[in-house]
């Protein structure tokens, strides 16, 4: 098991009011497992998939992350977790704009501690694994919206995460591309990663081998009792 | 580190206006203060060089009562000192840190030397033949004393340029004659000593030690120096020690021997030898032209602050540019530290190479200055070490606010922003 949750909630302060955003949240993930969560904007999806990434904390429950209780860490900690066990992809890339592909791949590696010479080795063979092999010296300007989500995959895999967490991969890009970033993420799933996937898009959340919905900060995952 | 290093060069390239309007605070401050301080030590150099007299190294012993020195100008004859002796000269030949002694008597007033009616007024010497070595003197034209000047106790002169030009202007002094203290004296030469003075402070303790050199010197043989003054004047010595910084103890050594040797009676009359301390005058001299130039680089300290403060302020602009590649560091896993090293080492290199420029700029104002107003300036090696070191010092205390803020960022809060 990577990944599991127990009734975690999370409820923010504005001003004196507590405003609860996810209730009792429990759910498990498997290694191998491709998870889709699907909800509508302001049902609570970015902040689950920021305790996900141990971006932020739970206010109550218990969040084990290959093994290790996320709940208890402190910021350089956290910091520590997601260098090892997660691979970010976002809507928007986050490519470095002033670092080459190569060196934004390299980038989380030279955070983890890995010596160049390796950094850049796991790197390029990374950048393979996406078909940039040809683009390693490019500055994100130079390269189309998929090819810098193709970037983006590669930095997240380069660590071998045990875990790639994807919000919105596809939101920036044209269908065609999008399709490639699917065809990508099947391909990765097939090689033994986990991934989970944040989108409102039926049509990319389908690709996903499980679809659970999140309404309200309540999760549904299907075979399970919805609470 | 080196890492950061190019990054920060990158960036500050990347913003090359903003960054060198940043950074001309500090230019100005580092400028300010190189410029400042090597006229300081210009004018240092020169003090120290021109009252030690540019390498002769020759420190005065003289009679003192108490704190002061004799006044013997009224020729009197003092019983318990006698009169020293070409034995005891080559003494304090001997002694540690000396390499020559000349012995010689002096008058600044009360000389009695007149021509043609006229009294002149600068310096009287009687000395011996050690004299002209060791203070550097040569010959311009004439001739110098000879053995027989001194032997047949001969009444010549030898005049410095100073002597010739306020005594004998715009006339050949050699074969002329002096009347001094009622005997006729016959100007045999010039000389003129090897260094010349150039005085630089204008306060009156300066224009006092410059203005005996200024009037000139009449020297005699000591034979002659007896016709005219009287036997048995106590003698002062003219040390030349083997170094600048030899010359304290060199004197000092010389002056305890001859208070020993040559003074009897010392309790009662309180005599004894001392030397001049000419480091010590200097140091005052220095100390005294430090304390107004020290106001000037408080001035350019502030100037500095502000250039701080300038550099903080962009550093903070800059972090709040950078929220999304700080929040996707974080994400990626970047500890505090590494956010806050980032951003030190950049506010270090912007401050840094201000300094370095600041120098640049600063040597090259100190060498424009000391053409335009012709004043010395001496660049300080060590000065240029700590206004190097002080701006990179500038950076890391004016970063650290700023890049604290960065390293604290929440990295959820840094990637939504927009």
Redesign the interface.
């Known amino acids: 098991m990577i990944l599991k949750m127990d009734n975690i909630c999370k409820s923010y302060f504005r001003g004196k009011n507590e405003v609860p955003v996810l209730h009792d949240i429990c759910l498990s993930v498997e290694k191998g497992d491709y998870l889709a969560i699907m909800g509508p904007s302001g049902s609570g999806k970015t902040t689950l998939m920021n305790i996900l990434g141990c971006l932020d904390k739970p206010s109550s429950g218990v969040y084990r992350l290959e093994g290790e209780n996320v709940a208890a860490k402190k910021d350089n900690a956290l910091a520590e977790l997601r260098n090892k066990y997660i691979g970010f992809v976002f809507q928007s890339f986050y490519l470095m704009p002033s670092m080459s592909a190569l060196d934004n791949v390299a980038l989380p590696l030279m955070y983890a501690g890995v010596p160049k010479k390796e950094r850049l080795e796991r790197a390029r063979e990374a950048l393979r694994g996406v078909g940039l092999a040809e683009r390693m010296k490019f500055l994100p300007n130079q390269l189309s919206g998929g090819q810098c989500q193709r970037v983006a995959i590669a930095r997240a895999m380069a660590g071998r995460p045990a875990l790639l967490l994807a919000d919105e991969p596809t939101g920036a890009l044209d269908t065609a591309s999008g399709e490639q970033i699917m065809d990508l993420f099947d391909e990765i799933n097939a090689r033994g990663s986990t991934i989970i996937m944040i989108t409102h898009e039926p049509a990319i959340a389908a690709r996903a081998k499980t679809v659970c919905h999140i309404r309200d900060g309540r999760l549904s995952v299907p075979g399970e009792e919805v609470r | 580190m080196l890492?950061n290093i190019h990054?920060a060069f990158?960036g500050i390239w990347?913003h090359k206006l903003r960054s060198f309007l940043t950074m001309l605070g500090i230019i100005i401050g580092i400028a300010a203060i190189i410029t400042i301080v090597s006229t300081i030590k210009g004018t240092n150099d020169q003090i120290k060089e021109n009252l030690i007299g540019s390498g002769n190294n020759v420190v005065v012993v003289s009679l003192h009562q108490g704190d002061y020195q004799m006044d013997l100008s009224e020729g009197q004859n003092l019983a318990d000192v006698s009169v020293i002796t070409e034995e005891t000269r080559q003494r304090l030949e001997e002694l540690d840190g000396v390499v020559a002694v000349a012995l010689f008597r002096q008058r600044q007033w009360n000389a009695q030397v007149y021509y043609r009616g006229t009294e002149y007024n600068g310096y009287t010497y009687g000395i011996d033949e050690h004299y002209f070595p060791v203070y550097g003197y040569h010959l311009c034209y004439g001739r110098d004393f000879q053995p027989e000047d001194r032997d047949e106790n001969r009444k010549v002169a030898v005049l410095d340029a100073q002597a010739v030009s306020s005594i004998f202007p715009g006339e050949n002094a050699v074969g002329k004659t002096l009347e001094i203290k009622g005997e006729p004296f016959t100007v045999i030469g010039v000389v003129e000593r090897s260094s010349k003075f150039r005085p630089v402070i204008e306060s009156m303790q300066d224009y006092y030690m410059y203005a005996d050199d200024s009037s000139g010197s009449v020297f005699l043989t000591e034979q002659g120096w007896e016709i005219a003054f009287g036997y048995d004047e106590p003698q002062n010595a003219a040390v030349k020690a083997e170094s600048t910084d030899a010359m304290t103890t060199a004197g000092k050594s010389v002056a305890d021997h001859l208070s020993a040797k040559q003074i009897r009676n010392s309790k009662e009359n309180n005599l004894s030898y001392k030397s001049e301390d000419l480091l010590q005058q200097a140091e005052q001299l220095q100390t005294m032209s430090d304390s107004t130039n020290k106001l000037l680089i408080w001035i350019a300290a502030i100037s500095l602050l502000v250039g701080g403060i300038g550099v903080m302020n962009i550093m903070l602009v800059s972090v709040s540019e950078r929220t999304?590649?700080i929040g996707?560091?974080?994400?990626?896993?970047?500890?505090?530290r590494?956010i806050l090293g980032q951003f030190l080492t950049e506010a270090s290199v912007l401050t840094s190479l201000g300094g370095l420029l600041g120098i640049l700029g600063g040597i090259g104002l100190a060498k424009l200055l000391s053409k335009a107003m012709d004043t010395p300036t001496a660049i300080s090696v060590p000065a240029i070490i700590v206004a190097a070191a002080f701006s990179i010092m500038i950076g890391l205390i004016f970063g650290l606010l700023p890049a604290t803020k960065a390293a604290r960022m929440n990295?959820?809060d840094a990637?939504r922003r927009d």
């Open positions: 890492g990054q990158l990347h999304h590649e996707l560091k974080k994400a990626l896993g970047a500890k505090r590494r990295p959820i990637l």
